[in-house]
C-alpha cells in the first residue's frame, strides 16, 4: 500500500518502527512523505494522509483529514465484480466526493475535475498513481525511478537470442551488446525493470540471474538482481510455482527504511549479490564505502567491478561516447525460428539435409490453414445469405443476433486464416 502523508520522513519512520518494516520517501517542499507500509493504521494520527491500494483487482482510495475520512473503491472495466453492479448514481456521487477530498488535501481544489476524470479512466494502482503525480504533483513515490537503465545476463545460449527475437518481433524494438560473455540489453518501450522481470520469468534464461543496473534523478542508482525460484504450490495448484525473487540495494535515493537501522541490513543485501555473481569473492571485501558511499565516490560502479560486471555496463548506462555499440535485435521470422528449433531438437546442422522433412510439413500447415480458411469463407457466405434473405435461406422466420455474430466471428475467422498463410508463406 502507498500512503501519502503530510508528516516529515522521521515522524513516518518512528511510527513504523514498532513494525519492523516499511519504507518513507523524502518529504516534499509542501510537506509530504510517500510511506510504503502494510498497516496504514500506524501511521494515523501523524496528519492527513491519501491511502492508495489495490487488492484483487479493486482499487481502493481513501483520504483522511482532520475533517474525516473520504474513500472510495472500485473495480475496473476488466474485472469481473457482480458487486459493482449498482446504483450508479450514488457510485458516481462516491466517486466526486473522494476526487474533490484528493484536489483538497494537496491543496489544489481546481484540479477536482480532472481528479474525478481520472478515476473513471484508470485501471490499475500504479496508472492512478501516475496520474494523480500529473494533476497534483506527490512527493516522490517510486524509490527505485530509473532515468536510465541497462538489464545484464551472463548467459549467450541461442535459445536466450531466440527469446529476445521473439520480444522484438512481439512490438519491442531491443538493442543488445555482447560484453565478452554478458549480454547488456536496453528496450525504447520498456522499463529496465519491466524488461528484467520478463527475463528472468522466461524459460529461456535457465537459472541464470538477471541484473539490472539503474540511475535516478542527481546520484541515485541501484543494483537489482533477479532470479526465478520454485516453491511449492499451494493446494488444488500445480505442485510448483515459478516465483521471481529479488534482491535490490540502492545509493542516494533520498529513501530509508525501518530495516536500515540494522547496520547490517545493507550488508546483507550485497552479500546476497556478491555470492549469486561471484561466488568467489568474500563479501567483506566490498567494504563499508560501498554499503554506505562517502564522498564523491561511485558506490554502484565499485560494486559491479567487485562481482565481475563489465565496466562496459556502466559506460553504456551512462550514455559514454567510448561504450560499446548497441546492436538492434532482427525481429523473429517464424519460418527461421522454427528452422532453428528443428537444428537443435535433431543435432543437425546441415540445413540441406532437414530442407524436404521442413518443406513437407509447410506444405501441410498450409494445406491445413488453407481448408480452415475455406470452411470459414463458407460459413462466412451462409451467414451474409441468412442475414440478407432475413432468415429464407434456411427457413427461419427472421434472421436472428446469433447470425450476425456468426457472420463477424467466421469474417473475422476467415481474415485470420488468410493472415496466417501470408505469413507461412513469407
Same mark, same amino acid.
Do not use: Y
Given at each position: ?30 510537506? &509530504? ?11 494515523? !494520527? ?27 473503491? &472500485? ?7 457482480? /458487486?459493482?453492479? #449498482? ?31 481520472? =478515476? ?50 512481439? *512490438? ?18 520498456? $522499463?529496465?525493470?519491466?524488461? /528484467? $522481470? ?23 542508482? !541501484? ?9 511449492? !504450490? ?11 525473487? %529479488? ?11 525501518? $530495516? ?15 555470492? %549469486? ?7 567483506? /571485501?566490498? *567494504? ?18 567487485? +562481482?565481475?560486471?563489465?565496466?562496459? /555496463? ?14 538492434? @535485435? ?29 518443406? @513437407? =510439413? ?15 469463407? !463458407?460459413?462466412?457466405?451462409? #451467414?451474409?445469405? +441468412?442475414?440478407? %434473405? ?25 481474415? +485470420? ?6 505469413? =507461412?508463406?513469407?
Amino acid at each position: 500500500m502507498l500512503v501519502l502523508l503530510r508528516a516529515a520522513q522521521a515522524d513516518a519512520l518512528a511510527a513504523l518502527r514498532p513494525m519492523g518494516r516499511g519504507d518513507a520517501g523524502p518529504t516534499s517542499p509542501a510537506g &509530504w512523505t510517500a510511506v510504503r507500509t502494510e498497516d496504514a493504521d500506524a501511521l494515523a !494520527g501523524l496528519g492527513d494522509a491519501v491511502h492508495i491500494d489495490e487488492s484483487q483487482g479493486r482499487i481502493v482510495l481513501e483520504v483522511r483529514t482532520a475533517e474525516g475520512t473520504t474513500s472510495w473503491s &472500485w473495480c475496473p472495466d476488466w474485472c469481473e465484480d457482480e /458487486a459493482e453492479l #449498482g446504483d450508479e448514481e450514488q457510485d458516481a456521487v462516491r466517486r466526486s466526493a473522494v476526487a474533490n477530498a484528493v484536489a483538497q488535501a494537496f491543496g489544489q481544489p481546481a484540479e477536482h475535475g480532472r481528479v474525478e476524470a481520472l =478515476l473513471r479512466e484508470v485501471l490499475d494502482e500504479e496508472e492512478l498513481i501516475e496520474g494523480l503525480d500529473r494533476i497534483v504533483d506527490l512527493p516522490a513515490w517510486d524509490r527505485r525511478w530509473a532515468a536510465r537503465s541497462v538489464v545484464l545476463i551472463r548467459d549467450g545460449s541461442e535459445e536466450l537470442r531466440m527469446a529476445l527475437r521473439l520480444l522484438a518481433r512481439g *512490438g519491442h524494438p531491443l538493442r543488445v551488446a555482447d560484453l565478452d560473455g554478458t549480454l547488456a540489453m536496453q528496450c525504447a518501450e520498456l $522499463e529496465g525493470r519491466a524488461l /528484467a $522481470e520478463m527475463l528472468a520469468e522466461s524459460r529461456s534464461t535457465g537459472k541464470a540471474p538477471v541484473v539490472h543496473l539503474w540511475r535516478g534523478s542527481g546520484s541515485a542508482a !541501484g543494483i537489482d538482481l533477479l532470479r526465478r525460484d520454485r516453491r511449492p !504450490g499451494p493446494e488444488g495448484w500445480a505442485p510448483w510455482v515459478r516465483d521471481v525473487e %529479488t534482491t535490490a540495494i540502492d545509493w542516494d535515493t533520498g529513501w530509508r527504511s525501518v $530495516e536500515e537501522d540494522d547496520p547490517r541490513h545493507r550488508e546483507d543485501l550485497a552479500g546476497t549479490i556478491v555470492r %549469486t555473481l561471484a561466488p568467489a569473492t568474500d563479501s567483506d /571485501a566490498l *567494504g563499508r564505502p560501498v554499503i554506505r558511499p562517502e564522498g564523491d565516490r561511485d558506490p554502484m560502479a565499485s560494486m559491479a567491478a567487485m +562481482v565481475g560486471i563489465p565496466p562496459q /555496463a556502466i559506460a553504456i548506462l551512462d550514455g559514454d561516447t567510448d561504450a560499446p555499440a548497441m546492436q538492434a @535485435v532482427k525481429p523473429a521470422s517464424l519460418v527461421r525460428e522454427l528452422w532453428q528449433c528443428v537444428r537443435e531438437v535433431t543435432g543437425v546442422r546441415d540445413r540441406a539435409a532437414l530442407r524436404v522433412p521442413f518443406v @513437407v =510439413l509447410s506444405v501441410l500447415g498450409a494445406v491445413i490453414v488453407v481448408l480452415l480458411g475455406l470452411v470459414c469463407l !463458407g460459413m462466412t457466405a451462409v #451467414g451474409i445469405a +441468412v442475414v440478407a %434473405t432475413d432468415g429464407a435461406f434456411v427457413d427461419e422466420p427472421s434472421a436472428t443476433v446469433e447470425d450476425w455474430i456468426s457472420v463477424f466471428l467466421f469474417a473475422l475467422l476467415t481474415i +485470420v486464416m488468410a493472415w496466417n498463410l501470408a505469413r =507461412l508463406v513469407r
